[in-house]
């Protein structure tokens, strides 16, 4: 699940089992069903859909929207997250603008760049984002942009996250990234400095800061890099990328 949803998800605290009577109040249903959403995602969607049809509201659907989330079902997730903004704009409710963003993410990871946008910006357009949620969708309509092939936009995003977010690594890794594609290597090896420096053992981060000392010549900082990315997580995706990079930089040449 993505940052966002992973926050928003977590937001709430476990909860028993629903139980009959007066303490089964909708603040009461809505915890439990996060609780579901974690545990047993599946039972949560039917759950979530049932409670929906019975007029569950906006807890409902974000309920049924992170339940889906936590099955990697994106589409699915960003209907119900749309369909709850929507719900949320006709009542004039202040949660609008957390369900555009969480829509927005998961037509992210659906890889629907342009629905991405168009929610994301709607969830800025609500002007109800607390800082640290608007910088997370500042951060989002970056990647967005990168995958529109659109640098320029990448950039004014990501530099307003970093005003936001100043202590999220993710938002270094991704400035850094984006500015070893566009050949600024002064800022590139800068901002994944502080990436590294504030999540020193995520793959990802590492693999980045490798790729960065490698282009810069540098390249026995390039390998310690890939080997401790390779250590950090060896199973995922950056992890075997790391070990990819040290397999090919060993081969003889």
Wanted: charged share 25%; aromatic share 4%.
């Amino acid at each position: 699940m993505s940052l966002i949803l992973l926050a928003l998800a977590a937001a709430a605290p476990a909860a028993p089992a629903p139980v009959a009577g007066p303490v089964d109040t909708p603040r009461n249903r809505y915890r439990a069903c996060l609780a579901l959403a974690r545990s047993a995602p599946a039972r949560a969607v039917g759950q979530a859909q049932a409670w929906l049809g019975s007029g569950g509201g906006l807890d409902a659907a974000q309920c049924l929207g992170l339940a889906w989330s936590a099955q990697d079902r994106w589409p699915e997730a960003a209907a119900a997250f749309e369909a709850g903004a929507r719900d949320a704009e006709a009542r004039e409710d202040r949660r609008r603008g957390e369900l555009w963003a969480e829509a927005g993410n998961a037509w992210l990871a659906a890889g629907d760049a342009v629905r991405a946008r168009k929610a994301l910006d709607s969830a800025l357009a609500s002007r109800m984002l607390i800082p640290q949620l608007e910088g997370e969708v500042h951060l989002d309509l970056a990647r967005a942009a990168v995958a529109a092939d659109d640098p320029g936009a990448a950039r004014l995003h990501i530099d307003k996250g970093l005003e936001l977010v100043p202590k999220d690594a993710f938002a270094w890794y991704l400035s850094a990234a984006l500015a070893r594609r566009q050949g600024d290597l002064p800022r590139a090896r800068e901002h994944i400095a502080r990436a590294v420096s504030l999540a020193p053992d995520d793959a990802a981060i590492l693999l980045e800061a490798g790729n960065i000392a490698g282009v810069s010549d540098e390249r026995e900082a390039a390998l310690a890099l890939y080997a401790r990315a390779a250590r950090a997580a060896p199973e995922s995706d950056a992890g075997k990328a790391a070990r990819a990079a040290l397999a090919a930089n060993e081969a003889p040449r």
